[in-house]
């Protein structure tokens, strides 16, 4: 069955591609003066994705409004509608935040998605007009909503599949443990000073162990994070330096090089921080707690 889902997802990219590629251009227009405003939509303060938060609201008032249906409770069943409509909508602003900084299949399957969830509120609001006019007989009405109860459906699988196939906005550190060993730092040659230590105020990738780091000297303090982007894995090491933090090149995520707190969005997980110390035989680092 996952399979057969996965060739009709896939034979709709033809479409959904450039369809995306363009939404995604004037997406990030209309964002790109409204950082804070698009800072909140993506949940930064919260620390969660929003849009993921949100979805659960239309869904779950949608499933009640069949149950009220079947009930014969007319106004509430429309009134829950009503109410599951404008959860989409508030949904679907948080969501088109997100797309903003989605790449690659994700942003072709993000578009098949949103796509369906247009057509659901479509046919939703189709229902929403015949249960207005207070028919004697609401079967039509009613099949009319199964039917975008379906379409919600299959545009809710497809959005599952953006999250957990393709690990759009998922920490890229979820699984990554912290350690209290020690380890050699290793910093490239051509990136340190006749003394050994990082070339002051430039981000260098350093290897520790099997871990990528990025590796910013100031001073005397010398500021480590993992290398890799929380939000979607960009090379933090080709980043810049604005206000102590550190830039992703990719996105704009900003961490703050001392203790790895995102400072701003996309990204709403902070970033793995390292301590860094110096001794006879040259730097090391481990993971800070």
Known sequence: MAHLFERLMAAQDRWARPFGDFNHRWLVALFAPLRPIKDFLNGRWLGHPIHG??????????????????LDQRIAADVTILFGVLAMLAAAVAGLADYTDTDGKARTRATLHATLMVVTLVVYVISLIMRAAGPADRAGPIVVSIVAYLILSAAAFVGGDVVYALGNMVSRHAWRGAGTKWIQLEVPADSTLPDGSPAEGVPIKAKLGINNLVVVRNGETVFALHEQCAHAGGPLSQGTLVDGCIQCPWHGSRFDLATGYARRGPTVYDQPSYEVRRTDAGWEARRSS
Request: net charge negative; proline share 6%.
């Open 53 to 70: 938060v949100l979805t659960d609201v239309p869904i779950g008032m949608f499933t009640i409004a069949i149950v009220l249906d079947v």
